[in-house]
């Protein structure tokens, strides 16, 4: 274990997200792994020989050499990231915060959950004042949203801030690595578009309400905006693109919604996370950008690119929308979600005062 460092426990290590989180923290500043857990079918093997290995870079040594243990406490790590499906996180992911070992999720388990911060840090940063509520041995439990939510909402929250949202309409075009591994048969998918992703819209209906919400009194008030939603698969490796149109509180023209979105300042911006990018959000020329294969990795996939921002004549304005679902849709998503954490002094430091909650999670 490198001095000065943290050491991370990964849950759901050898999926896809998993994987990811296992090739960004690598060579990471403040975090090390020192943890990999898995279903049984993987536990007591050498994560070389558990894994699939996707990722595009060589599997790092040290992981490689661990051995894969099963998900449930204790692990040795100061706090664990879970890449858990909802299923298994709905048990796990408690069980860790009961025993005082901080939880980081990109699972949908508990993303709404009226005690439990869904946070995108560039976006609602204050929101991790709610792990105060939560009562567990020492414990707590943060989440990431949905992939296509971060998008969405870092579209949404600039003309919020400036105009009030009042209702968005949304159609994505998801990229297959967003379906996990192995995905969508090549059959279905090449050459395809397929209609439809099991519990996409409805986390896109009703995340960002939370995310743009209120913090007040130890809960969060939803912002009341109405969001329509359509999902489809498309047979794009890496990448969700957005098309959205947006109603605005205050009537305005894409040329004023143009440059809110480009003056956004990151509300993080003065910490200097290690994997905050430069940019949250790049505002693209041009009338073919964004594109997923040009400019999904932005930021090392941590920047949102939207571009074609336009009058709407149905609603106000309409802007395409792309973000890396695997980066910041997912793994680099909960990585920074535990810099800020870090930061904040919520791990590695001290715990804010307790309220009492209303009931367990």
Not at 237 to 245: A, E, M, N, Q, R
Not at 264 to 274: E, G, M
Not at 313 to 333: E, F, I, K, Q
Request: charged share 20%.
């Amino acid at each position: 274990m490198s001095a000065g460092k943290l050491a991370v426990g990964i849950l759901g290590a050898t999926g896809a997200v998993g994987q990811k989180l296992v090739a960004m923290l690598a060579s990471h500043p403040w975090f090390e792994v020192t943890a990999l857990a898995a279903s049984e079918r993987s536990a007591g093997r050498r994560y070389r020989d558990a894994v699939h290995w996707l990722e595009p870079v060589a599997l790092p040594k040290r992981a490689a050499d661990l051995v894969v243990q099963g998900v449930a406490p204790p692990l040795p790590c100061d706090l664990v990231l879970s890449a858990l499906d909802a299923v298994t996180a709905k048990g796990a992911e408690p069980a860790f915060a009961a025993i005082g070992t901080p939880v980081v999720s990109n699972a949908s388990a508990f993303r709404m959950h009226p005690r439990v911060p869904l946070v995108i840090p560039e976006v609602n940063p204050d929101h991790l004042d709610l792990v105060a509520t939560q009562e567990f041995g020492g414990g707590f439990i943060v989440t990431n949203p949905n992939c296509s939510t971060v998008g969405l909402t870092a579209a949404l929250k600039p003309l919020d801030d400036a105009f009030g949202v009042e209702a968005a309409q949304v159609t994505t075009l998801q990229a297959v690595s967003g379906a996990g591994y192995p995905g969508v048969p090549a059959l279905d998918i090449l050459g395809n578009v397929i209609p439809g992703i099991d519990g996409e819209e409805d986390k896109l209906e009703t995340e960002p309400g939370k995310l743009l919400g209120k913090l007040a009194g130890g809960s969060i008030e939803p912002a009341p905006v109405r969001i329509s939603a359509q999902t489809t698969r498309v047979p794009v490796v890496d990448g969700h693109l957005l098309t959205v149109s947006v109603r605005l509180g205050t009537r305005t023209g894409a040329a004023e919604a143009r440059r809110a979105l480009a003056a956004y300042r990151s509300p993080i911006a003065d910490l200097r996370l290690p994997s905050a990018p430069t940019r949250f959000l790049a505002v693209l020329d041009g009338d073919a950008a964004p594109q997923p294969r040009l400019h999904a990795s932005l930021g090392g996939g941590m920047t949102v690119a939207v571009g074609r921002v336009r009058p709407c004549p149905v609603l106000d304005v309409r802007l395409v929308v792309l973000v890396h679902n695997t980066v910041r849709g997912a793994a680099g998503a909960a990585i920074l979600n535990a810099e800020l954490l870090v930061a904040r002094g919520l791990i590695g430091g001290r715990r804010p005062a307790r309220r009492p909650p209303p009931e367990p999670l």
